[in-house]
């Protein structure tokens, strides 16, 4: 039986990333907990003719909704509102992630964690020292779920470059997830050339795409359902190599590199202790760290630029949980 678990099934992400995951047949049981609305979401689900069971437990059914999970996927926390920074969103979100790391630690503690709670690049971290602080941690099981600036890269590329298959062809991100943390590999985009112009305006919108969507939609809610929709992507694709057994499934994310294989090479270079990179999927989670790809003037310097923020956002998600400092990047 593959369990999958959604944390916040209620909210604006939860709902339509359970309903994509309602689809997948790798998944036999889906197991939505929130704590208002989740029995509801489910029987809704429920209705839908896929093999699946769908199962909803509320507020004080936490151990329940985790009991056997394979995979646990954490949307829960509040919405990016019109102004608000991810530094505000830090605020809320950073509790939230932390109580239900450590319900997983205690009652899934083999589960894959994936994160999409933001800010991605701090909760990670948080999801990280938690199991860690209960002598679970493995780091080839926690994901943050960047996708979504994969999938925002490939789809803003094929809006000024027609011929560019979107769906087909997927674009390296790395860094993390906010702002200028954001660095998409545009460079390494084979018969496709932008002007520097071009260039810069595309990596800004790639990189502000949360904020064009808060502002489009006027206080009504933020990015929800292309975050679903990256969400269960990225689901899908670790549920392909760790129950389906497919291999050279390659997908942006950001782990923790110590200890996961490969990651040397990108531990030396960055000085970061997480950093989001291309990685290979296997039947444990991480199979492989891939280096970083080959970059242009331009992308080294965000690169660097990237690096600098991540600390920052790092370090916040550490003392956190620890109370500690996190080590010194290197620029």
């Not at 993390?176 to 985009?189: D, E, K, N, R």
Request: aromatic letters at 6%; hydrophobic letters at 40%; a neutral charge.
């Amino acid at each position: 039986m593959v369990k999958v678990v959604v944390c916040g099934a209620a909210g604006g992400i939860g709902q339509p990333l359970s309903l994509l995951l309602k689809q997948s047949d790798l998944i036999s049981h889906l197991a939505l907990y929130d704590i208002v609305n989740a029995a509801g979401v489910a029987a809704d689900l429920s209705h839908i003719n896929t093999a699946s069971k769908v199962t909803g437990h509320g507020k004080d059914a936490l151990a329940e909704a985790l009991h056997g999970a394979h995979t646990v996927v954490i949307p829960a926390g509040v919405p990016r509102k019109p102004g608000m920074t991810r530094d505000d969103l830090f605020k809320v979100n950073a509790g939230i992630v932390r109580d239900l790391a450590q319900a997983c630690a205690k009652h899934c503690p083999q589960a894959f964690i994936l994160v999409i709670s933001n800010p991605v690049n701090s909760t990670v971290p948080i999801v990280c020292e938690v199991f860690k602080k209960h002598n679970v941690f493995d780091p080839r099981r926690v994901f943050g779920v960047t996708t979504l600036d994969v999938v925002r890269s490939s789809t803003f590329v094929h809006q000024i470059r027609p011929q560019f298959e979107p769906h087909a062809n997927r674009i390296t991100v790395l860094g993390g997830h906010s702002g200028a943390t954001i660095v998409p590999v545009l460079s390494q985009i084979k018969n496709i050339s932008f002007s520097p112009e071009e260039h810069k305006a595309l990596v800004h919108r790639i990189q502000y795409g949360g904020d064009e969507v808060v502002k489009a939609k006027d206080g009504a809610g933020s990015a929800t359902l292309s975050m679903a929709y990256a969400g269960a992507r990225f689901t899908t694709s670790l549920l392909e190599a760790t129950v389906r057994g497919k291999r050279g499934l390659i997908e942006s994310t950001y782990v923790h590199l110590v200890g996961n294989p490969g990651a040397e090479w990108n531990l030396r270079s960055t000085g970061l202790e997480y950093f989001a990179q291309d990685v290979e999927l296997g039947p444990d989670g991480v199979a492989n760290v891939l280096a970083l790809p080959d970059l242009s003037e331009v992308e080294q310097a965000q690169v660097k630029t990237a690096i600098g923020e991540l600390q920052g956002n790092i370090t916040k998600g550490i003392k956190f949980v620890t109370g500690g400092d996190a080590p010194a990047a290197k620029l």
